[in-house]
């Protein structure tokens, strides 16, 4: 059974710092790529980060040069450091493979999540 579960978020001042980890389980993590997604109130869910099977690392615009995705195969863990966080940078953050998990039914799997607010 494919499980994902994201750790790290919480309240933090703009420019300040929080690491996002996300532990997967039911998938062959070392095969493939991961991502780092989020979604705002009242927007669609983004890809923000993007690390290969390989560690090529890719990201959106709006988290280069503040981001930073890493992985550890042996642990099935995926991380997101995130610096100089700005209020737009609230949002709930997801981890997933990059393309998301396709269930049996049709439909991407998430899992619950977890929630950063920026704000002083």
């Known amino acids: 059974q494919v499980q994902l579960v994201e750790a790290g978020g919480g309240l933090v001042q703009p420019g300040g710092s929080l690491t996002l980890s996300c532990v997967a389980s039911?998938?062959?993590?070392?095969?493939?790529?991961m991502g780092w997604y989020r979604q705002a109130p009242g927007k669609q869910r983004e890809l923000v980060a993007r690390?290969?099977?390989?560690?090529?690392?890719n990201y959106a615009d709006s988290a280069k040069g503040r981001f930073t995705i890493s992985r550890d195969n042996a642990k099935n863990t995926v991380y997101l450091q995130m610096n100089a966080l700005k209020s737009e940078d609230t949002a709930v953050y997801y981890c997933?493979?990059?393309?998301?998990?396709?269930?049996?039914?049709?439909?991407?799997?998430w899992g619950k999540g977890t929630l950063v607010t920026v704000s002083s």
């Open positions: 997933n493979t990059d393309p998301p998990i396709r269930t049996k039914y049709g439909v991407n799997y």
């Open positions: 039911g998938i062959i993590f070392s095969l493939n790529a």
């Open positions: 690390i290969s099977r390989g560690l090529s690392t």
